[in-house]
Structures are given as structure tokens and as C-alpha cells.
């Protein structure tokens, strides 16, 4: 994909028009994309258009389903916690109804003829601009709270899983390590097992009983465990996913496959970052100490741990340059949300291409929220990605080289003739997890990962 | 397709730390621009262009890599067939300077002598700014046995005077026939066989 957009631009090379061409989402598009980008920005318009349908449609039978008897709520109730989260919701449209508020936010992926000539300078949705900085922490919206719930259980369940071996490990103090790893293995299967019984016998489940929401409710209400099993919709959930979300819902959605609010340990967020303030309160604390003694102060001992300090104010104004939302405000929230990581995982601590999902996130949802989701992307799925050695990219890297070796042997052999490794070409394209590579419209990539992300054992 | 086979190519990589420039300069030679702000590059990113000398016509790949010291463990296979290696600092920047012996260090582990090396300062448009003045680059670079240009990306200040430093100095510039024999393994390899080039067509290798 670069090297053909690397031909292009010498096709009609220093003409080329440069200026900072910006997507739907705001991001500059680059200089050697803007002309395909042009190409294909009026089927990015229309397929957006047909997403959003889909998505819409699925929403509102999600809310049919929210509205049945579920965990002891009665739809009452339910009708009351929406309309109260939706009053919640600063940057939503107030609107009488937590539903219709659903409907609205349906409006907004360039659907109106007003933007058909800027739609190169479109500017992100008010929403999303408004959402960051303001909001430290919020809950999604209701009817995605049946997705949350099913993702939250599996988040619930790995949390447990852990503890059980935390506990294992703590009993016998030295187990063997193919003990331990044959014991993880058979979890792992039993999970995966569990998982697919359940999705077999769920249709003959629905067919044998007549009245579908009495037995829904019961055994809701009898077990938690075999809620996966009421989830008629996850296949078409991943359908979904697969075919894109749209614009409007990926803050949301991501952060209800995440299973944020399972996650989310209340002030864990605060206190990283009030580490800042206690070591720079013990820094001054030293110096007058060292003052009063009058012995040099090594306030360098302090800065040492965090040498990725610099490293993450270099990076703040090269995050996605002239993004409307990414104003002092924003890098300020940037630079928190990079801070809180890198002392969350001090192994890892930052690095680059981080800048961009994170700034990514705080574009779709609130700063704490974008945290706990960073923090499930990079501990959970790209564990041992960015750190020092980067032994998981290479790995990934060259098992992807292989992949491609076996299926696509023409296009290898044309690299090896070229001298040109497929790692080279695809490497940017994992360590940036598909940002900035396919153009945003169709940014699936980041979804789907996001919605696989409590799949992995 | 015999003459545009005929095209050398010259893989030039970009190394240096994080924010020295480097896009800066490969963005100002391709398009002749600068922006106050890039997007941080990560990993690696390529771009071509061709460049018309007086005497021949020369093909330059630019390799733009991710300056942190991390990625540095990525790094070695985007050196090991390069015919230059240029070495950015920011000439504001004392600790990029000194960084350079090893960016410098690791080409040269790669590569041997087997490579052109330009260290180039960066940023010259920041005077109140500087730490690093034109003699201790130079000497630097003396020290090192590699060449060395100051610019500035941001002003235009001498990156074309680097490319043409550059191309100056590719192996291959007197005698036009023996380069091909030493300098373009990947392509040489095919058409210095006749057989072997229908396999491959030749305009393809060169299309990007």
C-alpha cells in the first residue's frame, strides 16, 4: 500500500497539492493519500451511510431486549436508569427519552448535503470535541448495555481465572512450569468449549420455549454464568463488527467490548497521576531540605525513572498535528493519559505510535475511560509489543511474513526480487494497529480488536 | 523497458533521534514544503524519487525511520542494504549530537566500510537555540570518517546541497556500466541473466 502510494506521488511528484487534507475524523490525511483519498471518499460516504443503517436497526432491538425482565430489573426501572444516564450524558442531546437520544446521534456521520463541499475539511462531530477534557469519567449508554454486560462477564471471569492461579501459585510455592502452563492450557480449552456449547445449544434453546421472555428472565435470574447463553445477537454483533462501526458509536462501543466500568478501579487513574504531584512536592521538599543542610541536591535521581518524560512531550504536538480537538486542552489530557500508562506499566513505560492510539481514544470518550481502554488494548492484547525489546512485533512480524509466504507466494517473490522485506512494508502497519494506514472510514481493523479483546485467554 | 531498467537505485536510510528532523528533510526534498508540525513516523516509512544529474539519472529510496531508542532493535534490516546511511541531529540538541557516534556505530556494524555516511545537523534556522556549533560537527565527522552537511528543513537551507552530496558521492558515478555490477545486487542479479528477466518484468522492479 506505501509503495503504491509511493509510485503515485511520483507520477506527479512536487505538483502535488500538500496541504493538510483532513479526513471525517479530522486526521490529516497524508500528502502521497490525499489523491486516492479523493477517489474513494464519496463510497467511504455511502458506506458509512449503510453501517450506520445497520447499526441503528441493531440498537433498537437491543433496546427491545434491555426493556424485557433482565437481572431482577423490571423494565420499569430500566426505563428510569436510561432516562437518568441519559440526563447524565453532558455531550449528548438532552432529550425527553433516553432512546430517541440513541436516535439522534445516528444523524451526524455526514449524512446532511451541507457538508458535501468541505467534506475534505470536515470537521469531527461536535461530540467528540466536546466529550474530552471535560468529562474525567462517564458510563456508555444504555443500550449498549447489554454488550457491556456480556464483555464485563468475560472481563469478570479472566479477573477470577487470575486470582485462581494468583492462588495456585501462592499455595505451591514451586510448581513446575509445565504444571502450571498444561493447567492454563486446559482453562483456556474449557473456556473456549464453554463458549461454543453455549452458542450451539442457544437456538434449540429459544426454539423449545414458546414464551422466549419468561425463560429468558428466569434464568437470568437463577444464574449469572450462563448469560452469554441469552445472547442471541452475538454472531450478528460480530457481523457487525466486521462490516465496520460507524463513526458515531466506536467510542462507545469499544469502550463496551473493553468492559470499561468492569475494569475501572475507582481512583486508580488519579493516583498515578498524583505520583507527579507527590514526587515533585518531595523534590522541593528535598532541595529545602538539602538547603538547610547545605549539601547538593540530586533532584536527578528523581527524573531518572521517568525518562520517557521528554520523550512524551516530543511526541504531544506530533500527535495527529493540527487536529481541531488536539488544542492545549487536549495535549494536556494526552500527556496525563500517556503519564498515568507508562507508571501503570513502568516495563513498558512509552512508546511511540502509543501517542496515537491514546489520542485516538480521548478524540472518542472521556480521558479515564480512554485510559482503562488503553490499558486493556496494550496489556492485553499487545503485551509485550512496546516494550524495550519489542520481542512480540518481531515475532508477529515474522509470522505474518510467513503467512503471506504461503498464501500470497507472487507478491513475496516480487519483494524478495525487489529486496524489500514484507516486515518493512507491514511492520508500521501492526506497531500503529492499523491507524493511519487504512484511511479512517474504514478503520475496522481497530474494531474488531477491540471487540476480541476478552476473547483472548 | 531496457532503459528504465537502466535506472540505478540507491536506498538511502534516515537515522537519528526521535524529533531531529528527518522527515522534515525527506518532506522538504520530495515536496519541496515544511510544516511546522509532522506526525511522529512509526517504525518505517519509504518514498522514491528520482533524481536528474548532469550525466545520468539516479532512483533514491528514502527510508524514514522511528527515531526512539527502542526501535533501534528494528533497525539493523533496514540498514543491511543500504547504499547511505545519513545520520540527523539537531543542532539545539547536544544530547542528538552525541547520540549520532552511535547510530553511527550501528551502521557501521551492518555495513563496514561498505557504505556512504553524512552526518547532518539539523535546524540551523534556530541560532539562539544552538548547542552544537559547525566546527564540532565537523570535527565530529572527521573524527568518524563520514561527511557532513549542516541545513535546515524548515528555511530550505542546503537540503538540496545534500542530495546532490549525496548523488555526488554514489558509488558508481564515473563508470556507469562496472556500478552495476557492484552496487545494484537485487537488480543486477536478474539482468545480468537474460533468462531470468522475463520472469520478472523489469518495469515492475522498478515501479516503486
Known amino acids: ?457 | 523497458m531496457a532503459p528504465v531498467s537502466a535506472l540505478a537505485k540507491y536506498k538511502l536510510v534516515f537515522l537519528g533521534d526521535q524529533s531531529v528532523g528527518k522527515t522534515s528533510i525527506i518532506t522538504r526534498f520530495m515536496y519541496d514544503k515544511f510544516d511546522n508540525t509532522y506526525q511522529g513516523t512509526i517504525g518505517i516509512d519509504f518514498l522514491s524519487k528520482t533524481m536528474y544529474l548532469e550525466d545520468r539519472t539516479v532512483r533514491l529510496q528514502l527510508w524514514d525511520t522511528a527515531g526512539q531508542e527502542r526501535f533501534r532493535s528494528l533497525i539493523p534490516s533496514y540498514i543491511r542494504d543500504s547504499s547511505v546511511a545519513v545520520i540527523v541531529f539537531d543542532v539545539a540538541s547536544r544530547q542528538s549530537f552525541l547520540n549520532t557516534a552511535k547510530w553511527i556505530e550501528e551502521v557501521r556494524t551492518e555495513r563496514g566500510s561498505d557504505v556512504i555516511i553524512v552526518l547532518v545537523g539539523n535546524k540551523t534556522d534556530l541560532v539562539d537555540k544552538r548547542q552544537v556549533s559547525i566546527e564540532e560537527g565537523e570535527a565530529k565527522a572527521r573524527d568518524l570518517n563520514v561527511m557532513f552537511i549542516e541545513t535546515s528543513a524548515k528555511a530550505g537551507f542546503n537540503i538540496k546541497a545534500l542530495f546532490r552530496k549525496i548523488a555526488a558521492a554514489l558509488p558508481g558515478m564515473e563508470t556507469l556500466s562496472s556500478a552495476k555490477q557492484e552496487d545494484m545486487v537485487d537488480v543486477n542479479l536478474k539482468s545480468s541473466n537474460p533468462g531470468a528477466s522475463q520472469s520478472q518484468p523489469q518495469s515492475g522492479g522498478c515501479a516503486c
Open chain 1, 1 to 457: 500500500m506505501k509503495a503504491r502510494a509511493a509510485s503515485t506521488a511520483v507520477l506527479s511528484p512536487p505538483l502535488l497539492s500538500f496541504e493538510h487534507k483532513r479526513d471525517a475524523y479530522g486526521f490529516a490525511v497524508r500528502p502521497q493519500h490525499v489523491q486516492r483519498y479523493h477517489e474513494y471518499a464519496n463510497i467511504y460516504k455511502e458506506e458509512e451511510e449503510e453501517r450506520s443503517d445497520r447499526w441503528k436497526d441493531f440498537l433498537d432491538r437491543q433496546v427491545e431486549f434491555t426493556q424485557l425482565p433482565i437481572n431482577g430489573l423490571s423494565s420499569e426501572d430500566h426505563k428510569k436508569a436510561l432516562h437518568v444516564e441519559a440526563t447524565e450524558q453532558e455531550a449528548q442531546v438532552t432529550s425527553e427519552e433516553g432512546t430517541t437520544g440513541d436516535d439522534l446521534s445516528f444523524k451526524k456521520p455526514g449524512s446532511d448535503g451541507s457538508t458535501e463541499d468541505a467534506k475534505m475539511e470536515c470537521v469531527p462531530a461536535p461530540l467528540e470535541i466536546k466529550t474530552h477534557g471535560v468529562q474525567i469519567w462517564n458510563e456508555i449508554r444504555p443500550s449498549l448495555h447489554a454488550i457491556e454486560g456480556m464483555m464485563s462477564k468475560r472481563v469478570n471471569r479472566k479477573n477470577n481465572l487470575a486470582k485462581k492461579e494468583q492462588d495456585i501459585e501462592i499455595g505451591r510455592p514451586l510448581p513446575p512450569v509445565e504444571e502450571v502452563k498444561s493447567t492454563k492450557g486446559a482453562s483456556e480449552e474449557d473456556s473456549e468449549e464453554e463458549f461454543y456449547d453455549v452458542e450451539r445449544s442457544d437456538p434449540t434453546q429459544d426454539a423449545s420455549s414458546s414464551d422466549s421472555v419468561s425463560s429468558l428472565g428466569h434464568s437470568a435470574a437463577a444464574d449469572v454464568a450462563p448469560f452469554e447463553s441469552l445472547v442471541p445477537w452475538k454472531e450478528e454483533l460480530e457481523c457487525l463488527v466486521r462490516g465496520g462501526v460507524p463513526m458515531a458509536l466506536r467510542g462507545e462501543l469499544w469502550q463496551a467490548f473493553v468492559g470499561v466500568r468492569a475494569r475501572r478501579a475507582e481512583k486508580y487513574y488519579q493516583d498515578l497521576l498524583g505520583e507527579e504531584i507527590n514526587s515533585r512536592d518531595r523534590v522541593e521538599q528535598q532541595n529545602l531540605q538539602s538547603e538547610n543542610s547545605n549539601k547538593v541536591s540530586n533532584s536527578a535521581s528523581v527524573s531518572v525513572p521517568e525518562k520517557w518524560k521528554g520523550q512524551i512531550e516530543k511526541d504531544l504536538p506530533r500527535t495527529f498535528p493540527g487536529h481541531p480537538a488536539l488544542d492545549e486542552g487536549g495535549r494536556n489530557a494526552l500527556r496525563r493519559l500517556l503519564t498515568a500508562y507508562a507508571r501503570h506499566n513502568p516495563s513498558v513505560g512509552y512508546c511511540q505510535a502509543m501517542n496515537f492510539f491514546a489520542g485516538l481514544l480521548l478524540l472518542l470518550m472521556p480521558e479515564e475511560n480512554a485510559f482503562w481502554t488503553l490499558m486493556s488494548i496494550l496489556d492485553d492484547y499487545f503485551d509485550g509489543y512496546y516494550s524495550e525489546e519489542m520481542i512480540e512485533s518481531q515475532v508477529d512480524q515474522l509470522v505474518f511474513e510467513e503467512l503471506v509466504r504461503e498464501r500470497f507466494p507472487k507478491l513475496v517473490n516480487h519483494l524478495d526480487y525487489l529486496g524489500v522485506q514484507v516486515a518493512w512494508v507491514t511492520g508500521p502497519w501492526f506497531l500503529s494497529i492499523f491507524m493511519n494506514m487504512p484511511p479512517w472510514e474504514s478503520g475496522q481493523v481497530l474494531c474488531l480488536i477491540m471487540h476480541n479483546l476478552n476473547l483472548i485467554p
